[in-house]
């Protein structure tokens, strides 16, 4: 059998027994508060795990990415809502998906995209489900609840022959907040977000049966889910060290982590320097109070446990610094992970997961790559 030992590095890490308590403790709450769970699976880019977060087989599921959408539709997933703006280049792909009996709805949030998607469904004689994107903090994309072109929109999709499934929003900004009380109110403002634009189009005559909110830390912090019909949720598969410093979760429940090989010491003896860096890493930073604490990503030793005080503190293509109050003088070849700041990130710079049950390896991942 393969060990850690024998691995090429940098490896992507997946701790099995992790991995399943951070999806049931999601799946519980939610299941308590009377609300479906709809996972991203833009985190874990892998059928297999997707399956066992999902509700059932076929879904439902959120992606960010058409390829992810073509990938786990081969694997048996039918529900699926694709959570990115629609661009017109990416209909033909979306049409092609719901010819082959797939459920997949599309987001949109401006007169023109659903003029240019009202066109290409004339022309092909298809028929898309489309979500209306409401933006309720600020943070990226969409429409205020109480923007009148929101039933313009609505209209002009229902008159085009296209399903007006309901709304869909995203609390992004809940990753800039530094207290739990915060990330709760900023919840309570995404859910009375979605439901006031949906009582607004069901007043206009549309019936409105999705009312979609998510991000992990709003969905852990929620209390009051009333009118939601589902929540969506990723990167709370694996967690992180963003998902820590909010404190969602604790650098101990992070289920992945980078295996990297120290490849010596910087001159002054001060920084190891590990055959890790932003291409196994990412460069993602994180929380900006947490960032003199987290640097790129915490240090464990082979078997995972944390190294108090040590961090990644620099890192360029192939080379990460790693650095503390007392960095220990390791040999050249000893083996340390690397607990990741973003997971989403960092597991995108790798094309599978090196599963391990009870410390051992247990397996091989692939995840699907590209847009």
Known sequence: MTTLAALTTPCLLLEDEKLQANMDRLARRLHERGVSLRP??????????ARRCMESPSGPATVSTLAEAEYFAAGGVHD????VGIAPNKL??????RRRGIDLSVVLDNEESAR?????????DC???VLLEIDCDGHRAGLRPDDPRLTAIAALLRDGGQEVRGVLTHAGSAYDLPTTEAIAALAVQECTAANTTARLLREAGFPCPVVSVGSTPTAFFGEDFSGITEVRAGVYVFQDLVMAGLGVCRPE??????LTTVIGRQSDGSALIIDAGWMALSRDTGLPWKREEFGYGLVCDEAGNLIPGLRVTETNQEHGIVS???CPALPAGSRLRILPIHACATAACFDSYTVLREGRISGRLE???GW
Not at 40 to 49: A, D, F, G, M, P
Not at 92 to 97: D, G, P, Q, S
């Open 92 to 97: 033909e792909r979306v049409a092609e998906l």
């Open 324 to 326: 503390g109050p007392s």
């Open 127 to 129: 028929r898309l489900a």
């Open 367 to 369: 995840r699907c790559r």
């Open 253 to 258: 429940d992070l289920a992945l982590s980078v």
């Open 80 to 83: 699926i809502c694709y959570a």
């Open 116 to 124: 240019l998607l009202v066109d290409f469904a004339r022309q092909r």
């Open 40 to 49: 991203h699976l833009k985190t874990c880019k892998n059928i297999e795990i």
